[in-house]
C-alpha cells in the first residue's frame, strides 16, 4: 500500500513541469480576463473566451471575479497610500511580498469595497455556476491525485496554489518596490516577473495606462497577455478598447 504513494524523480519532474504550465494559464486568464478585461475594461472579449476564462479562473485559482476586480480597483484609487489594500509602503514589503493573500482576503470580504468599486459589474448566469469558488480548486485537486496519485498529487496541488500566490504577490509586492520606472507612479517594470506573468511585471507601464490592454512600450518588454490578446483580435475574438470610467 505505502508503495503506491511513492513516485520516481521522473515523475516528480514531470507533475513539476504540469504545475508550471497550470500556474502560467491561470496567471494568463487573470491578466487577460480579471485584470484587463473585466477590471480595466481594456479589452472586450468574445463569449466563448470569456465563459473559457472564467471557468479556468474557477478551476485554478478559486478566485470570485467581481472580488478581485473590486479589490483591485481599489488599489488604482489609492496606490501605496492610505487606502491601497496591498502596499509595500503602506504595510511593508516583506508583508505584502509573503501575507498578500491574507491582505487581499481582508479586502475582499468588505461588502462596502465590493459594492463600491464594482457597480457596473452586473452578475450573470455564469456567476451561479461558478459561485462555489472552493470547488473549483477542490475539482483541480482531484484531477490532479487522479493523474500523480494521492502523494504526489497533493505535493502538486500546493505547488501549484503556492507558485500562483508567490507570482501575484511579487505583482504587489515586489513589482513596487524593484525595478525600473519609466514613468512617474509608484509601481515597477520587471522584464524578469514580466516573463512568468505573462506580462503583468510591467506593473510601472500599466499604471501609467490602466486603460490599455497592452502593457508592453518597448519591443523587448515581454507581455504574452497582450500577444494572447493580440492574436484572439485576429481571429476577431477579442476587441481591444479605448480607455473607459470603470465602477469607481
Ligand atoms: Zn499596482
Ligand atoms: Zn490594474
Not at 102 to 108: G, K, N, P, S, T
Not at 148 to 160: D, R, S, V
Request: aromatic residues 14%; proline residues 4%.
Amino acid at each position: 500500500m505505502f508503495d503506491s504513494l511513492l513516485f520516481s524523480t521522473r515523475e516528480l519532474v514531470v507533475a513539476m513541469v504540469c504545475v508550471f504550465c497550470t500556474v502560467q494559464i491561470a496567471t494568463l486568464c487573470t491578466t487577460v480576463y480579471l485584470h484587463r478585461a473585466l477590471s480595466h475594461r481594456a479589452v472586450a472579449l468574445a463569449a466563448p473566451v470569456e465563459v473559457a476564462m472564467r471557468a479556468l479562473i474557477w478551476l485554478l485559482t478559486g478566485i470570485a471575479p467581481r472580488e478581485w476586480a473590486a479589490v483591485h480597483r481599489k488599489h488604482h484609487k489609492f496606490s501605496d497610500a492610505e487606502g491601497d489594500p496591498h502596499s509595500p509602503y503602506v504595510h511593508g514589503f516583506w508583508q505584502i511580498q509573503l501575507l498578500n493573500y491574507f491582505y487581499y482576503r481582508r479586502e475582499a470580504a468588505n461588502p462596502e469595497t465590493v459594492a463600491r468599486f464594482t457597480r457596473d459589474i452586473v452578475d450573470d448566469r455564469w456567476d451561479r455556476v461558478f459561485s462555489h469558488t472552493w470547488a473549483g480548486l477542490l475539482l483541480f485537486a482531484g484531477i490532479l491525485v487522479v493523474a500523480f496519485g494521492p502523494l504526489l498529487g497533493a505535493i502538486a496541488f500546493a505547488a501549484h496554489v503556492l507558485l500562483y500566490v508567490f507570482l501575484n504577490s511579487s505583482i504587489n509586492g515586489a513589482a513596487h518596490w524593484i525595478g525600473y520606472q519609466r514613468f512617474a507612479n509608484s509601481a515597477r517594470n520587471m522584464w524578469f516577473l514580466a516573463l512568468l506573468t505573462s506580462g503583468e511585471g510591467l506593473h510601472n507601464n500599466h499604471h501609467e495606462f490602466p486603460g490599455s490592454s497592452r502593457f508592453a512600450q518597448r519591443w523587448w518588454e515581454i507581455d504574452p497577455g497582450w500577444y494572447t490578446i493580440a492574436l484572439l483580435r485576429s481571429v476577431g475574438l477579442a476587441q481591444p478598447a479605448p480607455s473607459v470610467a470603470i465602477g469607481e
